[in-house]
Antibody, heavy 119, light 108 residues
Framework: EVQLVESGGGLVQPGGSLRLSCAASGFTFSSYEMNWVRQAPGKGLEWVSYISSSGSTIYYADSVKGRFTISRDNAKNSLYLQMNSLRAEDTAVYYC????????????WGQGTLVTVSS | DIQMTQSPSSVSASVGDRVTITCRASQGISSWLAWYQQKPGKAPKLLIYAASSLQSGVPSRFSGSGSGTDFTLTISSLQPEDFATYYCQQANSFPRLTFGGGTKVEIK
């Protein structure tokens, strides 16, 4: 069974940092491209970042570029999101999700981890 | 950036009703469109990809159509478990994905 489990969320002050993790199991993680998608409370979905299967190609949404860093460790079947210079508008549930490349759609999602940026 | 506009933002319907949700792209995206269902407190679930291909395990009452800029998601006979929020997502600019604002399907 495919499982993606996020962790690392919590309450952080504006300007602070947080590192999210996503542990993958039940599939060959190293073969899959991965994304982070977030959802502010009561709002819609926003794509945040993408990383290729090898980690060599990375993209960010303009809203997080220069502040967030996506990475992965295929030996540990894990995806990460390092978030720096956090702002109130970064408050959201953060999901990791795998890509069905042929369809350019997100087929497996984690349960999400809540990040709250507040003083 | 490609913008995705969904309509309506909410719809009230009864069990057994046919429900249609529309998604419009700000520029042509061929068939690079997916639909997701999200229930409260849960992660989104992929329903349709490539505009009209049904994801494995998704009931056949869900269908998608369209190409270019205009797309629809149709639920042929609404079931109690279908009350949720639905999102479209363009992938023409993959991996930079854009989602629509969502359509909440509520019980009438």
């Amino acid at each position: 069974e495919v499982q993606l489990v996020e962790s690392g969320g919590g309450l952080v002050q504006p300007g602070g940092s947080l590192r999210l993790s996503c542990a993958a199991s039940g599939f060959t993680f190293s073969s899959y491209e991965m994304n982070w998608v977030r959802q502010a409370p009561g709002k819609g979905l926003e794509w945040v970042s993408y990383i290729s299967s090898s980690g060599s190609t990375i993209y960010y949404a303009d809203s997080v570029k220069g502040r967030f860093t996506i990475s992965r460790d295929n030996a540990k079947n894990s995806l990460y999101l390092q978030m720096n210079s956090l702002r109130a508008e970064d408050t959201a549930v953060y999901y990791c999700a795998s890509v069905v490349v042929v369809a350019a759609a997100l087929d497996y999602w984690g349960q999400g981890t809540l990040v709250t940026v507040s003083s | 950036d490609i913008q995705m506009t969904q309509s309506p933002s909410s719809v009230s319907a009864s069990v057994g009703d046919r429900v249609t949700i529309t998604c419009r792209a700000s520029q042509g995206i061929s068939s690079w469109l997916a639909w997701y269902q999200q229930k409260p407190g849960k992660a989104p679930k992929l329903l349709i990809y490539a505009a009209s291909s049904l994801q494995s395990g998704v009931p056949s009452r869900f269908s998608g159509s369209g190409s270019g800029t205009d797309f629809t998601l149709t639920i042929s006979s609404l079931q109690p478990e279908d009350f949720a929020t639905y999102y479209c997502q363009q992938a023409n600019s993959f991996p930079r994905l854009t989602f629509g604002g969502g359509t909440k399907v509520e019980i009438k």
